[in-house]
């Protein structure tokens, strides 16, 4: 009979014995010159077809997916504008909305926070806020015109 070497640390295995005395690996995991029973049998061969299968199975929905819903069109904003160049604007709706954005920066992320202006009246400039990441009302809130103040 041939010499048995283990493959983990490579010590001669005695005829007859199920694991390496050295290291205690199993005796069936270690090459003595023969190919395993299941190698053989041709058992891994089946599974790497089966594998190759799965991966181009994935790889063609992934491009099915891709081709008919991957694509998205770049959104197109326009030009920025200020507020001061609308017609009818007035920077200090500008500073006004600053200033609100300002008072609810401890409430709300800065990147979840909308305000809408609902215009001037009777020296306030009235806004409605919302946190657009919870889709909650912050409520209706005035900024006065001359001092700035915030108020609900």
Request: charged content about 20%; some cysteine; hydrophobic content about 35%.
């Amino acid at each position: 009979m041939e010499q048995r070497f283990c493959t983990n640390c490579r010590s001669e295995i005695p005829a007859g014995t199920s694991v390496c005395p050295s290291c205690g690996v199993f005796a069936g995991d270690v090459f003595d010159g023969k190919m395993p029973r299941r190698q053989a049998t041709g058992g891994g061969r089946r599974a790497s077809v089966a594998v190759i299968i799965v991966l181009l199975l994935a790889a063609g929905g992934w491009w099915f997916w891709y081709t008919r819903y991957g694509q998205f069109p770049t959104p197109d904003t326009g030009p920025i504008r200020v507020v001061g160049d609308r017609p009818g604007g007035n920077v200090g709706e500008a500073k006004a909305l600053v200033t609100l954005r300002h008072h609810l920066a401890g409430q709300v992320k800065a990147d979840c926070l909308a305000v809408i202006s609902r215009g001037y009246s009777n020296g306030y400039y009235r806004f409605d806020a919302v946190d657009s990441c919870h889709r909650t009302k912050l409520g209706r809130w005035r900024v006065e015109a001359k001092s700035g103040t915030v108020s609900q």
